[in-house]
């Protein structure tokens, strides 16, 4: 069976969305560390992601691989490392 084959097999619902207690189908295989930081091919280093969830990872370590900060791309899209939205205009972030 083909890699991606495999993976969307074991993990038919994104994995990320899944963490975060959301239901979203698998689109995309992702690299967990992407093979620019020494990530491998390995089924231990892949997993089915959204097509949302992949684009927000990718522009995430792109973002870091130039030294930006994540989020900064796409103004209110980001989340920061606790997992809150980083956009000063989200209403999370918004004092009352
Ligand atoms: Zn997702």
Avoid at 19 to 36: F, N, P
Avoid at 56 to 82: D, S, V, W, Y
């Amino acid at each position: 069976m083909k890699i991606i084959a495999r993976i969307r097999d074991r993990d038919p619902l994104c994995v990320i969305c899944k963490a975060k207690g959301l239901i979203a189908r698998t689109e995309i295989i992702d690299h967990i560390v992407s093979l620019a930081d020494g990530g491998t091919d390995d089924d231990d280093n892949l997993q089915g992601v959204c097509k949302d969830c992949s684009d927000q990872k990718t522009e995430e370590e792109a973002a870091r691989a130039q030294g930006r900060t994540p989020g900064a791309l796409i103004k209110g899209k980001g989340t920061g490392r606790n997992g809150r939205p980083t956009s000063p205009d989200h209403p999370w972030n918004r004092r009352a």
